[in-house]
């Protein structure tokens, strides 16, 4: 079976750092795209960051400079490592796959997000 | 900045049918943005639904069908069913390295 759990959210003091984990188990972390995407209490999804199968990462301008997404390719497990937390990230964080999908004409259908880990719970707060 | 813009809310009867709409602050949706759509309903994770426009994800019935309508990209529900009642997020595919944007959810309730 397919699946992502995630893991390391917590109660964090603003400027602080913590590291989420994101276990994945029936396939291959290194061999797909991998996000991070964000729901504040309340509010929409917004997309974090992304780690290609050849390593090269992206991240939204909220959190340029201050996240780095990683992964351990034995442990087939991606990372969230967030350092100088604001308020403003407090948020359920999400792991999800970046799906894609190639014809066998090499046509390219597009990709999309799944599947979805359970989400940890992420707060800034003093 | 890019900005992927979605009904707020919206409501449906039992056995109805629903478009709720997907569009960019700037531009066209086409379907080289590859839309996706996902539900979710309160403390769960998003569920996939629709992607690369229409495509339905495995399990997703077929009451739910995405397509292009005009300049955005919709998510149509026919024949609605109490357990619709959820949000819609779409994203759209910005390219590499500009990467994905969700658009702000619509609330949908059946009643």
């Known amino acids: 079976e397919v699946q992502l759990v995630e893991s390391g959210g917590g109660l964090v003091q603003p400027g602080g750092s913590l590291r989420l984990s994101c276990a994945a188990s029936g396939f291959t972390v290194s061999s797909n795209y991998m996000s991070w995407v964000r729901q504040a209490p309340g509010k929409g999804l917004e997309w974090v960051s992304v780690i290609y199968s050849g390593g090269s990462t992206y991240y939204a301008d909220s959190v340029k400079g201050r996240f780095t997404i990683s992964r351990h390719n034995s442990k087939n497990t991606l990372y969230l490592q967030m350092n100088s937390l604001r308020a403003e990230d407090t948020a359920v964080y999400y792991c999800?796959?970046?799906?894609?999908?190639?014809?066998?004409?090499?046509?390219?259908?597009?990709?999309?997000?799944?599947?979805w880990g359970q989400g940890t719970l992420v707060t800034v707060s003093s | 900045q890019t900005v992927v813009t979605q009904e707020p809310s919206f409501s449906v009867s039992p056995g109805g049918t629903v478009t709720l709409t997907c569009g960019l602050s700037s531009g066209s949706v086409s379907t080289s943005y590859y839309p996706s759509w996902y539900q979710q309903t309160p403390g769960q994770a998003p569920r996939t639904l629709i992607y690369?426009?229409?495509t339905r994800s495995s399990g997703v019935p077929d009451r739910f069908s995405g397509s292009i309508l005009g300049n955005k990209a919709a998510l149509t529900i026919t024949g609605a069913q109490a357990d619709d009642e959820s949000d819609y997020y779409c994203v759209l595919y910005m390219g590499s390295g500009l990467n994905w944007v969700f658009g702000g959810g619509t609330k949908l309730t059946v009643l």
């Open positions: 999800a796959r970046v799906s894609d999908y190639y014809d066998s004409s090499g046509y390219y259908w597009g990709n999309w997000f799944d599947p």
């Open positions: 690369s426009t229409n």
